[in-house]
Structures are given as structure tokens and as C-alpha cells.
């Protein structure tokens, strides 16, 4: 039996006809006329000058081209902030303005302005400074500057503090009454920035506003849905030529709201988390060719580097959880620091807490925390600030900096705390009939990128399961006489903990799979359960620790040491309703303990000693532990021995009815239980299971 990580809600109830689903999935995203809704264009975009201060920037711009004064782009390293300086770079470029980016150091210098940077600008004589997707935090840095005569024009959309900085002019959605849609990314500030600059449409930065505004989550609506519409058109005969050679490098069936969410958007992150945003944002404002070309087989050589760093960080994090923690705090200086945030969200995910990836340098560690459920991790860190240097986020995701002293301190205490939890939720748009469905259906939404589209499937038999790539599950599954492949990425539990033939419910999307010019539809999961009695065979598996660590907590191990060691076998096949049989582990010669000869034999060597222990047993006679401790027990039960302190010694007595050891007794009706478990296909014990007790 599997139970769901999270509580299923449908919003439709019933099982949805093929023909209804496009519909419906509209209706359940509040999109009354999809039609409408995926051509909005320009004239949903809100006009930049309802931006507070945006007159104020533009007539700063303009003066600073007129008399060439030298401009710096400050932006930051992931793909919300890489897009936001290419935005600006390449319309400044375009006005033949003297602009210059810059990128903090993503391991020294952390996220934003920070005092040493801005006293480099100072001496690098800037005369203007243009923040994106950050600043709104910065206000003795961004003091510093304007004391020091090189003004700061500020766009950001992060949250704000009371205190604002003391900059020349703030562009951000949440500061400007007039401006009707809030919920904007960085680049779309930039963007808008670029719009007033120009002074008209800036159609051939939209893809780059785009790409921004999907990476960095931004709620699909309003002009949020317009900007991606107009860009995706954009892409698809862009005339940058660093996003053509992506796409050329990145083979996508479809360009869509999901090919940028995940493919396009973590190739441009990677080189960020690797500190090497600079090379992303080189290949976004390049027009040489040459340059290009290098510049993508660099960024395709980060994008690999950067996955084979979360894998090892990964292992290593997984190494380090405590089962009992309430909250997981691992910490290392073996984790590379660029992909711990991506860490904690799988070991979350996996194993269903909230974690904390902390990477240790020197006295100081950093960490990246996820949250699993509706626990608030920005809370918890309220709650132990006390012991951290710095931190911020939100309650879903956060960072933090303490001292590497701190560390067990800091995990003791969070898991103090009393967290109150509700079950997780997973809204699930509609139960489907797979074999209702047809790829045209699929196809459709694929095309509006309704990838977060989840669906409930239940009754689904597991054919076959396999893992393919290290660390990715593919079951196929069948379904009224059809065949369908269902895919988990990431992790291994499903291949552990389902067996053929078992029954499941699977929540999850669904995409069209194309291998070898054949067309097929396949399930991502997301969650599932199994609701009857597993029994999964795993007795002729030599690895069986690396099983038993993926093994979901509710399974009981089978084999002999289980029904050796348990006093009542019949107790746990009345509890449990997940076994999972194992290899023998004992190998111990039942012979020895319920054949009469052989215990008689062992009697009469005993009582030629005058003493002895336990461990002389086992030496002299060359038995097991486990056989060792049981002969005492028949013995004793039987009234042959004598107890002088750690001593045993033979009583002089020559009878005795073996039958009269309740031991003895329970040795022979064990040994049925290890031979049946060893004898028995899988198949038949589960039957047995079923009948015998009801599962």
C-alpha cells in the first residue's frame, strides 16, 4: 500500500469526457474566451509612464547619452536578472549610449548592491547607475552613490521595505498607484524602461521579457499572458542571435510556455548558478557570429556541468538525513554552492519535510531552504534569527548565512519548534478516462502550454518498471487493453516500492512522446497512490541495502531474520499491508535447533563441560548467535541447566519431551514460515495474504 503525499481535490467532479477537457481546463484558469486570451498582444501592455518617476528616468537617460556619460547596468545572476541586462544593454546600445553591466559575484558578494561594489563604481567613474531586478533593499549602498554624484535610476519588483532608497528616480510596479497590474518580473520593469527609451514598442526585446518573465514564475494573466504571446511569436523568427543559437542547441518539438520553462530558461540560469552569468549575458547582446558560436558551446558545457554538480550534491545531501529530523538541515563544504536551492527542493519533495541545505566555507555557511506542505520557512528562520547572520525569503522558500559554530545549534532548535502542519494539497483539474483521450486533445494544450494541466487516472496496472538515466523511474502502465509509459524524474521511490501488477492512482500530466516517428501519450507524474496489499519480491537482489534505504517506511522487510526475531508473525500480517521479501540474512541450520539427534548431540557435548556461556557454545560448537541464545532457551525450558552467575552447567537429568519447550515448539512453526517465505512465488504468498487475513 502507497499512500499520496498530498491530499487530492478535484475541482470537476466525475470523469470528463475527452471532448470537454480543453474547456474545462480554461474554465478552471478563469480564461472565459481562450481564444481572446492567447492573442492578446500590445494592447494589453499598460503604458511604462504609468511607472512612477518614468519621465524623471527617461530625461536621466537622455541627458546622460547626450553628454556620453558612462553607464553601468547592475543586475543580477539568475534568469529573471540576465534578461532584464540584456533588455537594457541592447536598447542603450541601440541609442549609442556609452553602458557597461556588471553582475555580482554570486559566492562573495551574494545577491544586490553591496558597499565594496559601489565603492569600485566610484572609482571606475560611472556617472549613472542602473539598477534591474534589484536595489529596492539597497539603501546605504545606493546613499553612498548618490553622495558620491553618480545618481541611480532603481528598477525592481522585489518586495520593499518601510525605508526606500534614496535613489534619482524608482521604477516599480508596487510603488506606482497608476500602474493597474502589479505582479511583474524584473525584466518586464526593464522592458517597459526600454519601451520609454525608445520611445516606441520594443517588439525585439519581447522574447527576452518573455523568457524572464516564465523563469521567474510570474502569474500567467493580464500583461504577464500578453508579454508571453507576443514573445513566444517573437522567438520564433527573433532576431537575436544568441536565443537562435539556443533554440538550434536546445531540439524542441514545440516553442511554448513549457520548451521556455524547461529548457530554455534553465540553460540561461545555469551559467548563473555556476558564476558565469556574464557568458549568458554575452551570447543575449552579441551580434558576432563567431562569438556566438563560442559562447553557446559554453553556456550547453555549463548547462551540462551544472546537473552533474546537483546530482553530487544531491548524493551527498542524501547521505546526511536524519529520518527522525522534523526539519532536515545537512550541511556540507562538499556542496557546490550554485545548486543547493535545487537540492533542498528534491530532498524536500522526496522526503515529504522542510529542508535546509547549508554549503560550509571556512566559519561561515550558506544555505538554501524549501519548505514541503503549507509550513512557513520564513517563520521558522523568525524564529532562530537569533543564530543566523542574515536571511530572507518567503514562506515557501528562503537563505540564509551563520556561522559554521551555529550549525548544530541552529538544527537542535528548529526541530524544537512546534510546527503546525496542514496536509498538503494538490489540485487536481479533472479524473479522465485514458483511454477517452486522444492525442489531439493532448496536442492542444500543449500548444497554449497548459503544462500545469493535472489530471487524475486511476486503476492503472503496472506492466513494467525500469530506471532510465541514475535517477529516473519509467513505469508502463495498462489500462482497459492499452499500454501507456508514465515517467517520475528525479527519483527512484516508485521503482523501489510498486510491483508488477499492482494497481494504482496516478495524479499527473499528460504530454505526446515522440520516439522514433511514433506518437504516443505519456503520463508525468506527480503523485500516486496504491490502495491494496503489496508484496514486492526482492529475494533474489544482491543490493539490498540501496533497496531498503528507498523502501517507503510502511513496508516490512520478509525474510528470515523477521520471522525469526518477530514473536508473532501473524501480529504483523494483520497490521501491514506493504512487504517487501528479502534474501536470507541468518542462513541458520534449523537442524540444529528442532532435529532430535542433533540437539541429543549437542546435549551430551555440553555435559561433558562443567560450565560454560553462551560464547562458549558458540566457539566449541561452531553455531550461530541467533542458535546459540535459542538452545539455552529449549534447554532451560526443558529444566536442563543450571545458572551459577554468567555460568551455565548440564543438570544431571536423562528425560525430557522436547514438545513440553514452548520454544521448541515455536522453532518448528517457524521454520514452516522461513521455508513457505523461500518456497512460495510471490504471487502465492500475496494470495495467501489476501485470503488468510483479509488484505
Given at each position: 500500500m502507497i499512500e499520496s503525499k498530498y491530499l487530492w481535490t478535484k475541482q470537476i467532479e466525475g470523469i470528463v469526457k475527452d471532448k470537454d477537457i480543453f474547456e474545462l481546463i480554461n474554465k478552471n484558469r478563469d480564461i472565459h474566451d481562450h481564444e481572446a486570451f492567447f492573442s492578446m498582444g500590445i494592447e494589453a501592455i499598460h503604458s511604462p509612464f504609468l511607472l512612477n518617476d518614468m519621465d524623471k528616468a527617461v530625461d536621466r537617460i537622455n541627458k546622460a547619452i547626450e553628454l556620453n556619460e558612462k553607464?553601468?547596468?547592475?543586475?543580477?545572476?539568475?534568469?529573471?536578472?540576465?534578461?532584464?541586462?540584456?533588455?537594457?544593454?541592447?536598447?542603450?546600445?541601440?541609442?549609442?549610449?556609452?553602458?557597461?553591466?556588471?553582475?555580482?559575484?554570486?559566492?562573495?558578494?551574494?545577491?544586490?548592491?553591496?558597499?565594496?561594489?559601489?565603492?569600485?563604481?566610484?572609482?571606475?567613474?560611472?556617472?549613472?547607475?542602473?539598477?534591474?531586478?534589484?536595489?529596492?533593499?539597497?539603501?546605504?549602498?545606493?546613499?553612498?552613490?548618490?553622495?558620491?554624484?553618480?545618481?541611480?535610476i532603481l528598477t525592481d519588483h522585489h518586495e520593499f521595505k518601510e525605508t526606500l532608497p534614496n535613489a534619482y528616480a524608482i521604477l516599480h510596479s508596487k510603488l506606482s498607484n497608476l500602474y493597474p497590474f502589479k505582479e511583474i518580473a524584473g525584466c518586464m520593469v526593464a522592458f517597459k524602461f526600454a519601451w520609454a527609451i525608445k520611445g516606441e514598442f520594443p517588439e525585439e526585446l519581447s522574447d527576452l521579457a518573455m523568457i524572464g518573465t516564465?523563469?521567474?514564475?510570474?502569474?500567467?494573466?493580464?500583461?504577464?499572458?500578453?508579454?508571453?504571446?507576443?514573445?513566444?511569436?517573437?522567438?520564433?523568427?527573433?532576431?537575436?542571435?544568441g536565443l537562435r543559437k539556443i533554440l538550434n542547441f536546445s531540439d524542441l518539438d514545440i516553442v511554448n510556455q513549457t520548451s521556455i520553462a524547461f529548457q530554455i530558461a534553465p540553460k540561461i540560469n545555469s551559467s548563473g548558478r555556476l558564476n558565469k552569468a556574464r557568458l549568458a549575458i554575452e551570447l543575449l547582446i552579441t551580434d558576432d557570429i563567431k562569438k556566438a558560436n563560442d559562447l553557446i558551446l559554453k553556456i550547453e558545457e555549463n548547462h551540462v556541468l551544472r546537473k552533474k554538480h546537483t546530482e553530487q550534491s544531491f548524493a551527498i545531501?542524501?547521505?546526511?538525513?536524519?529520518?527522525?529530523?522534523?526539519?532536515?538541515?545537512?550541511?556540507?563544504?562538499?556542496?557546490?554552492?550554485?545548486?543547493?536551492?535545487?537540492?533542498?527542493?528534491?530532498?524536500?519533495?522526496?522526503?515529504?519535510?522542510?529542508?535546509?541545505?547549508?554549503?560550509?566555507?571556512?566559519?561561515?555557511?550558506?544555505?538554501?531552504?524549501?519548505?514541503?506542505?503549507?509550513?512557513?520557512?520564513?517563520?521558522?528562520?523568525?524564529?532562530?534569527?537569533?543564530?543566523?547572520?542574515?536571511?530572507?525569503?518567503?514562506?515557501?522558500?528562503?537563505?540564509?548565512?551563520?556561522?559554521t559554530e551555529n550549525i548544530d545549534a541552529f538544527r537542535k532548535r528548529l526541530n524544537q519548534l512546534d510546527i503546525e502542519d496542514q496536509e498538503p494539497v494538490l489540485n487536481i483539474?479533472?479524473?479522465?478516462?485514458?483511454?477517452?483521450?486522444?492525442?489531439?486533445?493532448?496536442?492542444?494544450?500543449?500548444?497554449?502550454?497548459?503544462?500545469?494541466?493535472?489530471?487524475?487516472?486511476?486503476?492503472?496496472?503496472?506492466?513494467?518498471?525500469?530506471?532510465?538515466?541514475?535517477?529516473?523511474?519509467?513505469?508502463?502502465?495498462?489500462?482497459?487493453?492499452?499500454?501507456?509509459?508514465?515517467?517520475?524524474?528525479?527519483?527512484?521511490?516508485?521503482?523501489?516500492?510498486?510491483?508488477?501488477?499492482?494497481?494504482?492512482?496516478?495524479?499527473?500530466?499528460?504530454?505526446?512522446?515522440?520516439?522514433?516517428?511514433?506518437?504516443?501519450?505519456?503520463?508525468?507524474?506527480?503523485?500516486?497512490?496504491?490502495?491494496?496489499?503489496?508484496?514486492?519480491?526482492?529475494?533474489?537482489?544482491?543490493?539490498?541495502?540501496?533497496?531498503?534505504?528507498?523502501?517507503?517506511?510502511?513496508?516490512?522487510?520478509?525474510?528470515?531474520?523477521?520471522?525469526?526475531?518477530?514473536?508473532?508473525?501473524?501480529?504483523?500480517?494483520?497490521?501491514?499491508?506493504?512487504?517487501?521479501?528479502?534474501?536470507?540474512?541468518?542462513?541458520?541450520?534449523?537442524?540444529?535447533?528442532i532435529d532430535r539427534n542433533e540437539l541429543l548431540k549437542i546435549?551430551?557435548?555440553?555435559?561433558?563441560?562443567?560450565?560454560?556461556?553462551?560464547?562458549?557454545?558458540?566457539?566449541?560448537?561452531?553455531?550461530?548467535?541467533?542458535?546459540?541464545?535459542?538452545?539455552?532457551?529449549?534447554?532451560?525450558?526443558?529444566?536442563?541447566?543450571k545458572t551459577n552467575k554468567k555460568y551455565y552447567s548440564i543438570k544431571e537429568k536423562n528425560k525430557a519431551d522436547l514438545s513440553s519447550s514452548k520454544t521448541y515448539n515455536l522453532m518448528l512453526d517457524k521454520k514452516k514460515a522461513i521455508d513457505w517465505l523461500y518456497q512460495s512465488t510471490s504471487d502465492k504468498i500475496k494470495n495467501y495474504l489476501e485470503v488468510q487475513y483479509g488484505l
Open positions: 553607464i553601468l547596468i547592475f543586475g543580477d545572476y539568475d534568469c529573471d536578472g540576465i534578461t532584464s541586462v540584456s533588455i537594457m544593454y541592447r536598447v542603450l546600445s541601440y541609442k549609442n549610449a556609452d553602458v557597461h553591466y556588471q553582475i555580482p559575484d554570486r559566492f562573495s558578494d551574494g545577491y544586490g548592491l553591496n558597499l565594496d561594489i559601489a565603492k569600485k563604481i566610484v572609482e571606475d567613474d560611472y556617472d549613472l547607475v542602473i539598477t534591474v531586478d534589484n536595489g529596492i533593499s539597497s539603501i546605504e549602498e545606493i546613499s553612498f552613490l548618490q553622495d558620491n554624484q553618480i545618481d541611480v516564465i523563469a521567474d514564475l510570474m502569474p500567467l494573466e493580464d500583461e504577464n499572458q500578453a508579454i508571453v504571446n507576443i514573445g513566444l511569436k517573437q522567438l520564433k523568427k527573433t532576431s537575436n542571435l545531501a542524501e547521505n546526511l538525513v536524519n529520518h527522525l529530523d522534523q526539519v532536515l538541515v545537512l550541511s556540507s563544504d562538499k556542496f557546490h554552492e550554485g545548486v543547493i536551492g535545487i537540492c533542498a527542493q528534491r530532498i524536500s519533495e522526496k522526503y515529504q519535510k522542510p529542508t535546509i541545505v547549508l554549503t560550509i566555507d571556512g566559519d561561515i555557511a550558506k544555505g538554501s531552504a524549501r519548505t514541503f506542505g503549507q509550513i512557513s520557512i520564513l517563520d521558522m528562520l523568525n524564529k532562530t534569527s537569533d543564530l543566523l547572520e542574515r536571511y530572507g525569503g518567503h514562506d515557501q522558500a528562503a537563505g540564509m548565512q551563520l556561522k483539474d479533472m479524473e479522465i478516462d485514458l483511454s477517452d483521450v486522444r492525442k489531439e486533445t493532448i496536442r492542444k494544450l500543449q500548444e497554449k502550454s497548459f503544462h500545469t494541466a493535472l489530471f487524475l487516472m486511476n486503476d492503472l496496472r503496472v506492466v513494467r518498471k525500469q530506471i532510465i538515466g541514475k535517477n529516473h523511474v519509467k513505469l508502463t502502465l495498462e489500462y482497459k487493453n492499452l499500454l501507456f509509459d508514465a515517467i517520475k524524474f528525479n527519483s527512484l521511490e516508485y521503482f523501489y516500492n510498486l510491483n508488477e501488477n499492482d494497481l494504482i492512482d496516478v495524479c499527473g500530466g499528460l504530454t505526446i512522446n515522440r520516439f522514433r516517428n511514433i506518437e504516443s501519450i505519456q503520463i508525468m507524474i506527480n503523485d500516486l497512490r496504491c490502495k491494496h496489499l503489496q508484496v514486492i519480491d526482492y529475494r533474489h537482489s544482491f543490493n539490498t541495502v540501496e533497496i531498503q534505504d528507498n523502501l517507503y517506511s510502511n513496508f516490512v522487510v520478509l525474510n528470515d531474520e523477521t520471522i525469526l526475531k518477530t514473536k508473532d508473525i501473524t501480529k504483523l500480517f494483520e497490521k501491514y499491508r506493504s512487504f517487501a521479501l528479502f534474501p536470507k540474512f541468518l542462513n541458520i541450520n534449523f537442524n540444529q535447533i546435549y551430551m557435548r555440553l555435559k561433558k563441560l562443567q560450565q560454560f556461556t553462551k560464547f562458549d557454545i558458540m566457539n566449541i560448537l561452531g553455531l550461530h548467535e541467533d542458535v546459540a541464545n535459542i538452545i539455552i532457551q529449549i534447554f532451560d525450558e526443558l529444566h536442563f541447566l
